[in-house]
């Protein structure tokens, strides 16, 4: 899914930063990059601001239909009067106000191209072991659903990747709203999350919308949720159940639509009582998907050391001494001391035909804090 913009206002441009994935959004204010860019890819859709330099979006209009291009094409024009002056063509063209030109406008025109994409969407998650096979499929069977998914396994299994998944599957060309727990337990993560107006405090000197509405209409993921204090779960709770909320200062009501998934590394089931409250638990846990730790799927080394190293541009392989090893360690630290074992490793084999991992390098690891 990709989203062009030209455009010479760059605050026009920006306004949809927050809204798209990088992998997504290409912005252009000089028309001939723009144009040997189509050429290459035809985007999905292309967003043409009728303010470009000189009346050069006519001619713009005029090299695409020339090309043949297919894409939709959204023409931002000023004024509802401006209508009769759009120029005819053959392509595909909906002229929009300009006023009206934002994310959610864009999602109604994203979200067909979305349903009818077969895109392969590559998981983090490696692994042929029947656990991994297991998760992968539940995180597929769930991504497209209306329902609020939490993710629960000990710290390095690799949650993030999974929520990262679950939400391309379901918003291919959409950000994600992560946000770590850990920063919302005071005024200032408050104020950032729900978003205040002008002068709501003393410091309060400009308007913020909060990340509550950056998540409408995409995903927002909690991270460590079970850092939550029991008051701001209260807070929350209103939010999650009518997507209704109010900004710090504000006594408007706001509403967002946003996907909700969360990530814990213990059990909230056995949380609840001082640290989870059992109402907010219903309403983060209609699915639970369980990330199995590593000494659970040991067979799995092999692929994911792989697969690290040529993260690592590294060309070499780790030799089988070392891959027995390896997988007859416990990791308490799960994938991630997998990867800085193996990060340690490739950096010390210089000049070695493979490399070689051996019972210190795990030593160096347990003192490093995995094992208490």
Same mark, same amino acid.
């Given at each position: 899914m990709t989203l062009f913009i030209l455009s010479a206002d760059w605050r026009f441009k920006e306004r949809f930063k927050q809204h798209f994935s990088p992998a997504c959004l290409r912005s252009y204010t000089v028309i001939d990059r723009a144009l040997a860019d189509i050429e290459q890819q035809c985007p999905?859709?292309?967003?043409?601001?009728?303010?470009?330099?000189?009346?050069?979006?006519? $001619? +713009?209009?005029?090299?695409?239909e020339r090309l043949g291009i297919?894409?939709?094409?959204?023409?931002?024009?000023?004024?509802?009067?401006d209508r009769r002056f759009v120029p005819e063509t053959s392509l595909c063209l909906f002229p929009v106000l300009r006023s009206q030109m934002h994310a959610q406008k864009v999602f109604e025109y994203l979200d067909?191209?979305?349903?009818?994409?077969?895109?392969?969407?590559?998981?983090? $998650? +490696?692994?042929?072991?029947?656990?991994?096979?297991q998760v992968r499929r539940q995180l597929v069977d769930f991504s497209r659903e209306a329902c609020s998914i939490h993710l629960y396994g000990e710290t390095g299994t690799g949650k993030e990747l999974a929520a990262q998944y679950l939400h391309r599957l379901k918003y291919p060309y959409r950000n994600i709203v992560s946000v770590n727990c850990s920063l919302l337990c005071d005024a200032l993560g408050k104020s950032m999350f729900f978003g205040h107006t002008k002068g709501a405090f003393t410091d309060g000197t400009t308007e913020l919308n909060g990340l509550i509405q950056e998540a409408d209409g995409s995903t927002l993921f909690l991270d460590e949720v079970e850092n939550l204090s029991v008051h701001f779960q209260a807070h929350l709770l209103r939010l999650l159940e009518t997507g209704q909320y109010r900004r710090y200062g504000d006594t408007t009501v706001h509403t967002s639509d946003f996907r909700l998934i969360t990530a814990s590394n213990e059990r909230l089931d056995q949380l609840v009582g001082d640290v989870i409250r059992k109402d907010f638990l219903y309403r983060i846990c209609d699915v639970v998907i369980a990330l199995p730790p590593l000494r659970e799927h040991l067979c799995d080394i092999p692929i994911l050391a792989s697969s690290h190293l040529a993260s690592l541009g590294v060309h070499k392989a780790i030799d089988s001494a070392s891959l027995d090893l390896l997988m007859d360690y416990d990791w308490p630290g799960n994938v991630r001391e997998l990867f800085s074992v193996i990060r340690r490793a490739a950096i010390t084999c210089d000049g070695d035909a493979h490399i070689h991992v051996d019972e210190s390098a795990l030593i160096d690891a347990m003192h490093y804090g995995w094992i208490s």
């Open positions: 999905d859709l292309l967003i043409v601001d009728s303010r470009l330099k000189d009346g050069s979006h006519t $001619l +713009l209009l005029q090299q695409l297919c894409s939709t094409i959204l023409y931002c024009i000023e004024q509802e009067e067909p191209c979305a349903r009818e994409s077969s895109t392969y969407e590559a998981c983090g $998650l +490696l692994g042929e072991s029947d656990v991994m096979v």
